[in-house]
């Protein structure tokens, strides 16, 4: 399961990362404690006259009525902030996404909450790295740091919904999810699933809206490459969605079993 990451790029180096077309996320807020309902950058595609995702940057810029949204070519890829938790088109209320945080790649393409999305509604979710827990020898869960080795930004294979309600401004709301998968960790299991990675030769395809059998679409997700990303304990401060700043990413020394290098994981 993934439940908190770090995204803390800058929306110009996004912008770049992603080769977007289209920014409608507006200024980004670096966040080392990502939680579940934030507002988080997406990339996505869209088709010119298909459903336009709403124009975000923060809460409430999660919506945007359907006169604002412009005409754009076929297939432009967007940079976007969506609420982390998916809200599919049927809810009745956004209460929903915060038990649908994650999507399982094994049966994503089959379950009612994310299967319409898996067809046509995928995007990127960009990160810097996510947290995992581990248990330790005294009883007590160490979170974990898990970041790409390069230092590069993780792009976290996601699915995106626009859930429409007079409830929420502007009566239209993007919401997004996580694919995870089986952890692949070759030295040391630290949790036994994580998210799903694109690797950057695979975003377009991943991101194409007209690509939507479950098959193919499957297969564009593989695990991540031996040596792809690394871990490192850190403070059990990031326990507290309160707490939010660069120290929470630093090592720190590993509850109930000797501290350790860094593992090369995956």
Known sequence: MCGRYASTRGRQELIDFFDVDGDEAGELEPDFNVAPTKPVPVVLTRRSGGDAASGVGGEERATRAASEVRTRPENVRELHVARWGLVPSWAKDVSI????????????????????????????????????WQAGDDGGKQPHFIRPADGGVLAMAGLYEVWRSADVPGGRLLTCTVITTEATDDVGRIHDRMPMLVEPDRFAAWLDPALNHPDEVRSLLVPAAAGRLESHPVSTAVNKVINNGPELVKPAPQMGIPSAAPLTLF
């Open 97 to 132: 996404g915060a038990r649908l945080i994650n999507a399982r790649v094994e049966t994503a393409h089959e379950k009612p909450a994310f299967r319409r999305a898996f067809a046509s509604r995928r995007c990127l979710v960009p990160a810097d790295g996510y947290y995992e």
